[in-house]
């Protein structure tokens, strides 16, 4: 079965400082998709990044950066100095193709961080 | 530019009404999907829907009920609302196709019942 674990309910830390999101998933599928979402203070949900099973390339976007490691079922999100605007509620997420054709999406409870100034 | 709206933004209602949330898009995306926010359980799927005249249960779908009549529409009913049914609710849309495809939110509504 699917699950996917952010077992950080809540991370503060000062401006300028690095920061890591953990999530860990369970899947018993070879190919899969896994995602990080970004739910700021005004809701709505925003899609930052996706890794198909099959690349395990770790990925840098300006100040953000993922680390996937098939070994450990782990697909880590680091934000590096981190800002102000960087607070806002983080979900990682995971899908996988159901032999119907369709897919089932599950997220994790999220990851709340709050960077001070 | 395309978009997906929700409305209401906020509602409030009474245990044991008939509540409708809709959900508009202009992604001609196949697929649309309704989640409903709560502290410490995340995102969890209510119904989901592939295409027109298709709609499947999700996780947590006892008490609501979805219908799918064209690409853009899928409406979200609370046949009878209880105060377990506050929330946040969440409706989204994504490409045709496999697991892949990264899935666009509407703002949300946030729904009290009393």
């Known amino acids: 079965a699917q699950k996917v674990t952010q077992a950080q309910t809540e991370i503060s830390v000062v401006e300028k400082e690095d920061v890591t999101l953990d999530c860990v998933y369970e899947?018993?599928?070879?190919?899969?998709?896994l995602f990080w979402y970004k739910q700021p203070p005004s809701g709505e949900l925003v899609f930052l990044i996706r890794?198909?099973?099959?690349?395990?390339q770790n990925e840098i976007s300006g100040r953000y950066s993922w680390n996937f490691q098939k070994s450990t079922s782990s697909f880590n999100f680091t934000i590096t100095a981190s800002q102000v605007v960087d607070s806002a509620v983080y979900f990682c997420a995971l899908s996988e193709d159901d032999t119907s054709g369709t897919y089932k999406y599950i997220f994790g409870t999220g990851t709340r961080l709050k960077v001070l100034a | 530019d395309a978009e997906i709206t929700q409305s209401p933004r906020h509602k409030i209602t009474e245990t044991g009404r008939q509540v409708t949330l809709a959900c508009h898009q202009t992604?001609?995306?196949?697929?649309m999907f309704w989640y409903r926010q709560d502290l410490g359980h995340g995102l969890r799927l209510i119904h989901y829907s592939y295409g027109v005249q298709d709609t499947n249960k999700g996780e947590v779908s006892d008490g609501y009920s979805v219908s799918r009549s064209n690409t853009e529409d899928l409406p979200l009913t609370l046949e009878s609302a209880a105060s377990s049914q506050t929330s946040v609710y969440f409706c989204?849309?994504?490409?045709?196709?496999?697991?892949?495809?990264?899935?666009?939110f509407g703002p949300g509504t946030r729904l009290t019942v009393l």
């Open positions: 992604w001609n995306h196949n697929n």
């Open positions: 890794r198909n099973s099959f690349d395990e």
């Open positions: 989204a849309s994504s490409e045709y196709g496999s697991g892949r495809n990264e899935q666009f």
């Open positions: 899947t018993r599928d070879t190919t899969y998709y």
